[in-house]
């Protein structure tokens, strides 16, 4: 018994030196490539696609190609093998876009003594914002308000009964009066809280123009009506429309939020709306994909995907969302880490696919294109983790689907040993029927398992989806961290053998 147990901790500790010396070498290399991780690359990095000459990374257009061009150069650089369609880096689809040429305007019309009447002119941006996919041209009409601009005789509510907005202008709340995403009842609601539905149904019925009550700023994800003149109306022409009439649009939405019964009517206020936009049916665009294979016989089947959009929202007839902490900040934290993993030479067992999507801003077009059209099959593939608006703050968040909370424990422990920054690590909350508003979301919704990386305690003003959105939005040391904990906590959920979710 004792010779066993001598012998036991002596094949232990042959075990544990022969460990260490094969180890050492490996750890060396590890941390020689972890602090070749650096923020001058990112600056840089951030500088070309927050360059003019992308014109805000608009999927659809040529430009949004070319920074996908720009992206793809890089993994072949540092040898990293495509995985796209026929052996290139690119998995195409259509995508028609649309140009808007000028910010447009738009006008309120206050009548005077003897049909005369005052003019008021809106400014762009802070007051309204042009719609990225309106039709081009003018309306003059009546504003109607129809409070969530939905029609949902199951659910026995309807914005437009008893009301004619035909030639008129409506105007409309996003979201639906119903609020908690994560009741199931909230599935009966989800198909109108998209910003395509309520376009298509103020078409229907025969409305104008639109004005949209969404955060006014820009939105790409909108459906393109050729007759349909559209705008984000800001907090000053609400204001306006509603002065004089003894509610506000808080008022009335609180009421038929809590009544679930709709509240529509003619505002008796008469605005113009201008759009000058071009539109494109022939847009194409893509995701870029590459990947590091990995070194296992039959650990290289199985795939751990990394991603983030790179399509940001374009140029609004000159306002123009460079799209730098959304989401620059994501794609250039994946593509330091993806430079120090495969530049390094360590071995990982796992292959590691690195997916840019485009037209996440159109609609999550991107993320869906792959999960119906998968690079490893979702069996095969370890976890999807996704990056969106990861560069401004101090703190570092790792979120987990149930499915994968033990992963989370990789990033706590490369963050306790080598970044020691603040980190919070959460699961996901379980059920969720709203709207999908991140890739990462449709992958879950496919059944992957999914995880979202963050940076907390913004140290900068957010400016989503506005021009102040560029180079200067972000910090590149955070984003430095970023990718340094994507960089080493891959390396080991490449190599867990097994690995345990
Ligand atoms: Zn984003």
Same mark, same amino acid.
């Given at each position: 018994?004792?010779?066993?147990?001598?012998?036991?901790t002596?094949?232990?500790?042959?075990?544990?030196?022969?460990?260490?010396?094969?180890?050492?070498?490996?750890?060396?290399? $590890?941390?020689?490539?972890?602090?070749?991780?650096?923020?001058?690359?990112?600056?840089?990095?951030?500088?070309?696609?927050?360059?003019?000459?992308?014109? &805000?990374?608009?999927?659809?257009?040529?430009?949004?190609?070319?920074?996908?061009?720009?992206?793809?150069?890089?993994?072949?650089?540092?040898?990293?093998k495509?995985?796209?369609?026929?052996?290139?880096?690119?998995?195409?689809?259509?995508?028609?876009?649309?140009?808007?040429?000028?910010?447009?305007?738009?006008?309120?019309?206050?009548?005077?003594?003897?049909?005369?009447?005052?003019?008021?002119s809106?400014?762009?941006?802070?007051?309204?914002?042009?719609?990225?996919?309106?039709?081009?041209?003018?309306?003059?009409?009546?504003?109607?308000?129809?409070?969530?601009?939905?029609?949902?005789?199951? @659910?026995?509510?309807?914005?437009?009964?008893?009301?004619?907005?035909?030639?008129?202008?409506?105007?409309?709340?996003?979201?639906?009066?119903?609020?908690?995403?994560?009741?199931?009842?909230?599935?009966?609601?989800?198909?109108?809280?998209?910003?395509?539905?309520?376009?298509?149904?103020?078409?229907?019925h025969?409305?104008?123009?639109?004005?949209?009550?969404? &955060?006014?700023?820009?939105?790409?994800?909108?459906?393109?009506?050729?007759?349909?003149?559209?705008?984000?109306?800001?907090?000053?022409? @609400?204001?306006?429309?509603?002065?004089?009439?003894?509610?506000?649009?808080?008022?009335?939405?609180?009421?038929i939020?809590?009544?679930?019964?709709?509240?529509?009517?003619?505002?008796?206020?008469?605005?113009?709306?201008?759009?000058?936009?071009?539109?494109?049916?022939?847009?194409?665009t893509?995701?870029?994909?590459?990947?590091?294979?990995?070194?296992?016989?039959?650990?290289k089947?199985?795939?751990?995907?990394?991603?983030?959009?790179?399509?940001?929202?374009?140029?609004?007839?000159?306002?123009?969302?460079?799209?730098?902490?959304?989401?620059?900040?994501?794609?250039?934290?994946?593509?330091?880490?993806?430079?120090?993993?495969?530049?390094?030479?360590?071995?990982?067992?796992r292959?590691?696919?690195?997916?840019?999507?485009?037209?996440?801003?159109?609609?999550?077009?991107?993320?869906?294109?792959?999960?119906?059209?998968?690079?490893?099959?979702?069996?095969?593939?370890?976890?999807?983790?996704?990056?969106?608006?990861? &560069?401004?703050?101090?703190?570092l968040?790792?979120?987990?689907?149930?499915?994968?909370?033990?992963?989370?424990?990789?990033f706590?422990?490369?963050?306790?040993?080598?970044?020691?920054?603040?980190?919070?690590?959460?699961?996901?909350e &379980?059920?969720?029927?709203?709207?999908?508003?991140?890739?990462?979301?449709?992958?879950?919704?496919?059944?992957?398992?999914?995880?979202?990386i963050?940076?907390?305690?913004?140290?900068?003003?957010?400016?989503?989806?506005?021009?102040?959105?560029?180079?200067?939005?972000?910090?590149?040391?955070?984003?430095?961290?970023?990718?340094?904990?994507t960089?080493?906590?891959?390396?080991?959920?490449?190599?867990?053998d097994? $690995?345990?979710?």
């Amino acid at each position: 018994m004792r010779a066993f147990f001598i012998f036991n901790t002596l094949l232990l500790s042959i075990i544990l030196s022969l460990s260490v010396t094969a180890q050492e070498p490996d750890e060396q290399l $590890i941390l020689k490539n972890f602090h070749s991780i650096s923020s001058g690359d990112i600056s840089d990095w951030m500088a070309e696609l927050c360059s003019p000459k992308y014109n &805000g990374r608009l999927a659809g257009t040529p430009e949004y190609v070319a920074s996908a061009e720009w992206v793809a150069g890089k993994l072949k650089e540092w040898g990293i093998k495509p995985a796209g369609d026929d052996g290139s880096y690119y998995q195409w689809f259509d995508l028609p876009f649309t140009v808007v040429n000028d910010t447009g305007s738009l006008q309120l019309h206050i009548p005077q003594k003897e049909g005369t009447e005052i003019v008021k002119s809106y400014q762009a941006p802070v007051e309204y914002y042009p719609g990225m996919n309106s039709g081009s041209g003018e309306v003059t009409a009546e504003v109607v308000f129809v409070g969530y601009g939905m029609t949902a005789p199951e @659910l026995n509510y309807d914005d437009y009964r008893g009301i004619n907005v035909k030639g008129k202008i409506v105007l409309m709340n996003r979201d639906v009066p119903y609020k908690d995403v994560r009741n199931p009842e909230y599935a009966k609601w989800v198909k109108y809280c998209y910003h395509q539905y309520k376009v298509e149904n103020a078409a229907r019925h025969g409305a104008a123009g639109m004005l949209y009550i969404d &955060g006014n700023s820009a939105n790409p994800n909108i459906s393109y009506i050729d007759s349909m003149i559209v705008c984000g109306i800001g907090p000053a022409p @609400l204001a306006d429309i509603f002065a004089g009439l003894g509610k506000n649009n808080l008022t009335v939405t609180a009421q038929i939020d809590k009544s679930l019964q709709a509240s529509s009517f003619s505002t008796g206020r008469i605005m113009t709306i201008k759009a000058n936009t071009t539109r494109h049916p022939e847009g194409r665009t893509c995701n870029v994909a590459g990947i590091i294979e990995g070194s296992d016989p039959v650990l290289k089947d199985e795939a751990i995907i990394i991603g983030a959009h790179l399509d940001a929202v374009g140029n609004g007839g000159g306002l123009l969302v460079q799209g730098g902490l959304d989401n620059a900040s994501g794609v250039i934290d994946i593509m330091a880490a993806a430079k120090a993993l495969a530049v390094s030479g360590i071995k990982l067992k796992r292959t590691i696919l690195f997916l840019f999507t485009g037209g996440e801003e159109a609609g999550l077009l991107g993320s869906k294109l792959y999960t119906a059209n998968p690079i490893f099959p979702l069996e095969k593939t370890v976890i999807y983790v996704n990056l969106d608006m990861v &560069g401004n703050g101090t703190g570092l968040a790792v979120s987990a689907s149930s499915s994968c909370a033990a992963l989370t424990e990789y990033f706590v422990a490369a963050n306790n040993r080598y970044i020691h920054r603040p980190m919070r690590v959460s699961a996901s909350e &379980g059920s969720f029927y709203g709207r999908p508003r991140s890739d990462g979301l449709v992958f879950l919704a496919k059944g992957y398992r999914t995880m979202d990386i963050s940076t907390t305690d913004g140290v900068k003003p957010v400016w989503y989806h506005l021009p102040g959105d560029d180079a200067t939005a972000v910090t590149p040391e955070i984003m430095e961290d970023v990718a340094k904990l994507t960089y080493l906590a891959f390396i080991e959920i490449a190599n867990a053998d097994p $690995i345990s979710y």
